[in-house]
């Protein structure tokens, strides 16, 4: 794309019609809401995809997609574009405390000897690799007992990430320096400032793309642990319920439950036991 390409891209605005039909599509294929306030995000977002498929306005971009059935290759681009990927390793940490000092160990007495642990939004793989090292550290004066993470998310952009499992070495901090020690490779290059994820944790965690507004989820045997954090605030009370429904469907009876410090299921018929703040259990 040329200069005057390059301008044209930056100061055209998405007319009130052509957002409204984003933002509609956006929530029906997501869950996530686009009210009129993240116009100025939503242009911001989508200017990248202009200039990979060589649009100069939102216009003819919308045109393509919707009228022209560009939709059907752009989809994957679109949300990937518009969905928020913040993440920390030990994020919330007291949900990897209850983890160690509740949940397994009930687990545990109650003859589990494969634990199924399902981070439903993972995003760049901070969650399922975190959850990998405490499953790693807590099973290391164990014996008799395994454990396999599913990782899921929407955007394929993200997984990609995950799946290398590199990072900058300051995203790691965190992380207990025991664990660092024994899970996280530092580049040879000190310049390059990055971390991978040791391979023995990296193959504990199978990464798929899973979209939460699906009528069901296909992830095989019932699930002992759902991680389900900071992704329910981005939806609508309805949406939360849907998706809480579902995720307890792929939960086993007696299965654990943790959503975001900033998230409540109050109010919603759901079979779950509130055991601490955002912690549950299926009933």
């Given amino acids: 794309m040329n200069a005057l390409a390059e301008a044209v891209v930056g100061d055209h605005r998405i007319s009130p019609k052509n957002f409204r039909r984003l933002s509609n599509y956006i929530f029906e294929y997501s869950g996530i809401k686009m009210p009129e306030t993240k116009t100025t995000m939503l242009e911001g977002r ?104 599913l990782a899921t998310d929407l955007s394929t952009d993200v997984l990609q990430k995950a799946r290398r499992g590199v990072y900058p070495a300051d995203m790691l901090e965190p992380v207990p320096r025991t664990m660092a020690a024994r899970y996280v490779m530092h580049a040879r290059d000190k310049q390059r400032n990055e971390v991978r994820i040791a391979p023995a944790l990296r193959t504990r965690v199978g990464f798929a793309r899973l979209n939460l507004m699906d009528d069901s989820y296909q992830v095989g045997e019932p699930m002992d642990i759902i991680f389900c954090r900071n992704v329910l605030i981005y939806f609508d009370k309805k949406t939360q319920f849907n998706v809480l429904r579902r995720l307890c ?35």
């Fill in 46 to 149: 989508l200017r990248r995809r202009l200039r990979a498929t060589g649009f100069t306005d939102f216009d003819s971009y919308c045109h393509y997609i919707f009228e022209e059935g560009g939709l059907a290759t752009e989809s994957v681009h679109l949300i990937d574009a518009v969905t928020t990927n913040k993440t920390d390793f030990f994020r919330e940490p007291n949900h990897f405390d209850y983890l160690t000092q509740k949940a397994l160990p009930d687990l545990e007495a109650r003859g589990a000897r494969r634990v199924r642990i399902w981070s439903s939004a993972c995003s760049i793989g901070a969650e399922p690799y975190t959850l990998a090292m405490v499953m790693a550290e807590y099973l290391e004066r164990r014996s008799g007992m395994d454990y396999h993470i």
């Fill in 249 to 283: 469907d792929c939960l086993a009876q007696g299965g654990y439950m943790f959503i975001g410090h900033s998230e409540s299921i109050t109010g919603l018929d759901l079979p779950l036991k509130q055991l601490a703040n955002t912690v549950f259990r299926k009933v």
